[in-house]
């Protein structure tokens, strides 16, 4: 029988070579990618000496294609729970120096382990991906592996935070996780999400394309809207992750005040800069991330998708201390119109934050829906519809703050009384109506227009009329639209008053297993 000693020894030695991973010649190769490997990775994520590994000495079971004769160290994947910045996680992080990080039974069981413990533990799942892919030895036991880890991303879905890290590649199969998952941060140059390669796609499609066109961070960030943030390096994608973390709560238990941070910016500090930055010229924009800036605690706010539909801005701030999501159109790009990826990227944010209990504050500055033949054979009526459903089925707190145009559809879509708004406030430019004014005079007064002695005279006569009657607060304010008029400067202190007398909102609905949204 060994010694107590020898079985330490044994152990100690076991450990050691698992954490050599794919041996000094993978490594340098990985590093020569500019790319850290897994263990790097969570020791740069993970707070020091709070990571406890789980599955280490997990071994593969195939014995086809020779592989019984490879040893896999952990099975190509690093998975445990400690600390961010003294908050648990769990995360895991594919070994691309081992067998390229591929999927097969025992790497999935691994990572499906750790989301199960995560969602007992109602704490943030992290995936670091760096992987080659399905580990096609293993045949169907890595097509399960792959649905076991779906299926777990959809149950714990709303339930606690999934963030993911593409720090490699990542096709086919592969993708599927991430596009589950909450967020997805992407490093410039590394990163690629595909479903099917470049090979695949000259083969099929006859079409030359390279890794970063079919799949790189450009893609994903700006056009398709796959991933939500890009860095330049590994260290920066996981020093994003951090600060994204500090925005979120550990689970939907948490109560809206989770997150709450000692505040060091003056609740009663005003904004008199916001006076004057509505343009007199009603077709010269703004930038609406001047406001958000102007209002919220030290001028810090965390965008996701900043490159992807930027007429329409999301995003997390602080307001004396407290979390707050915002939702703004922006008037600097496409007049702030509201249209299919705007739509897509309102209600998805809008979603997760009513799901993670994190009131919402609405900017609202939009003069409709975006008209055109593209757009409505793109299903624009659908994907609009998919705002007014996450508004309306939102009970966190939502505050709105109309600052200039809010015409029609789109008015109500952008959190009106109508569709849930607790506190409905608007500046003195703001102009609610259901149309603009020349549109809506040359309908409602057609008949003058068309018998009048100069057409052109009478149309711009009752436009002007209309106007008068229409581009202002007040009409909706009589009809109790609207809650309070107030001064621009004054925004961020009624911001922080609604917030904190809405903390403790509480808004019961009918039971139901799920609302239909219109996907």
Known sequence: MPTDEELIRDLEAREAKIKQMG??????????????????????????????????????????????KVDIPADGVVTGFGRVDSRTVCCYAQDFTSQGGSLGEMHAWKIAKIMDLAAKMRVPIIGLLDTGGARIQ???????????????????????????????PCAGGAVYSPALTDWILMVKGSSHMYVTGPEVVKAVMG????????????????????????????????EGCKQLLNYLPQSVYDKPDATYHPPTDSPDRICPELDNIIPENPRQGYDMKQ????????????????????????????????????????PNYMAGVLDINASDKAARFIRFCDAFNIPLVTLIDVPGYMPGTHQES?????????????????????????THKAYGGAEISMCSRSIGADIYMAW????????????????????????????????????????????????????GYIDKVIKAR??????????????????????????????
Request: charged share 20%; aromatic share 8%; hydrophobic share 40%.
């Open 428 to 479: 003195p430019t703001a102009q609610l109506a259901v149309m603009g004014a020349e549109g809506a005079a040359a309908i409602i007064h057609r008949r003058e227009i068309a018998h009048a002695a100069n057409p052109q005279a009478k149309l711009e006569e009752v436009t002007e009329g209309y106007r008068q009657m229409f581009y202002n607060p007040y009409v909706a304010a009589a009809g």
């Open 291 to 330: 406001v958000i800036k102007a209002i919220v605690d030290d001028g810090r706010f965390c965008e996701p998708h900043k490159h992807y539909a930027p007429n329409m801005i999301v995003g997390w701030a602080r307001f004396n201390g407290h979390v707050a999501g915002i939702i703004a159109n922006q």
């Open 207 to 238: 079409e030359e394309v390279t890794h970063d066109e079919l799949g790189g961070f450009a893609i994903h960030t700006t056009k398709s809207g796959v991933a939500h943030f890009a860095y330049n390096s590994d260290a920066e994608c996981i």
């Open 378 to 402: 793109g299903g624009v009526i659908r994907h609009g519809a998919k705002v007014l459903f996450a508004y309306s089925e939102a009970t966190v707190p939502k505050i709105s703050i109309c």
């Open 138 to 168: 293993e045949g169907m036991s890595s097509l399960d592996g792959y649905g076991q880890i779906f299926h777990r991303n959809t149950l714990y879905s709303g339930i606690i935070p999934q963030i993911t890290l593409s720090m490699g």
């Open 23 to 68: 041996g000094p010649e993978r490594i340098k190769k990985q590093h020569a990618l500019n790319k850290l490997t897994a263990r790097e990775r969570i020791a740069l994520l993970i707070d020091p000496g709070t990571f406890e590994e789980t599955g280490m000495h997990v071994k593969h079971h195939c014995p086809h294609f020779g592989l019984d």
């Open 490 to 519: 004054d925004t961020r202190q009624e911001i922080i008053a609604a917030l904190e007398a809405l903390l403790n909102k509480q808004e019961d609905r009918p039971w139901k297993k799920h609302g239909n949204i219109p996907l």
